[in-house]
């Protein structure tokens, strides 16, 4: 499955972004969707998951309240609604496709199958 992320750019602290992805090559609606984020000179994180349907949902616990994600199975395309943005979101967002992880309780989400190229997300303070 190819992916293509877009919607990144320039906003300030407390302002609010919203990243798409749109898949193609293979059924969308089969895979379990997410986002991850790197911020300059640190490791890949884990932001949010979202279920096959989208009845389900999870996130970084740092983010939640702040961060939505969302699915079109029809448009094959995710979405991840960013609001009251701060400097520390500063970071390239990749989508992914097909998530992998381990249980511990909870799903910890470590990584994926499929990737998109990422899109830059900057907040100004």
């Known amino acids: 499955v190819q992916l293509q992320a877009s919607g990144g750019g320039l906003v300030q602290a407390g302002g609010s972004l919203r990243v798409s992805c749109t898949a193609s090559?293979?059924?969308?609606?089969?895979?379990?969707m997410g986002w991850f984020r790197q911020a300059p000179g640190k490791e890949r994180e884990f932001v949010a998951a979202i279920s096959r349907s989208g009845g389900s949902t999870q996130y970084a616990d740092s983010l939640k309240g702040r961060f939505t994600i969302s699915r079109d199975n029809a448009k094959n395309t995710i979405y991840l609604q960013m609001n009251n943005l701060k400097p520390e979101d500063t970071a390239v967002y990749y989508c992914a496709a097909d998530l992998e992880g381990y249980h511990s309780g909870n799903f910890v989400y470590t990584g994926a199958a499929y990737w998109g190229q990422g899109t830059l997300v900057t907040v100004s303070s």
């Open positions: 090559g293979r059924t969308f609606s089969n895979y379990v």
